[in-house]
């Protein structure tokens, strides 16, 4: 559904993030973006900084949103 609803520039945001429960203790992240605003190296720093931060939550830890 999200694939299929694409990217309208003069009226959506150019990333969506969407949170599945998958009933078994765990989730799914989705992120959609349009390509324009993100290459392969840029999503992998924000894949790397969102899994150090769900960690981080998860164990209960306090987490820096901006690190030195």
């Given amino acids: 559904e999200d694939l ?3 990217f ?4 959506d945001t150019m990333m969506r993030t969407n949170v599945f429960n ?5 989730y799914t992240i ?3 973006f ?3 605003i993100l290459d392969g190296w840029s999503m992998s720093v924000i ?3 969102l899994e150090k931060y769900i960690r981080k939550l998860a164990s209960g ?6 690190e030195k």
């Fill in 4 to 6: 299929e609803r694409g």
């Fill in 8 to 11: 309208d520039f003069k009226k």
């Fill in 22 to 26: 998958m009933g078994n203790g765990g």
């Fill in 30 to 32: 989705l992120l959609t």
């Fill in 34 to 36: 349009h390509h324009i």
């Fill in 47 to 49: 894949q790397n900084s």
């Fill in 61 to 66: 830890t306090a987490y820096e949103v901006l």
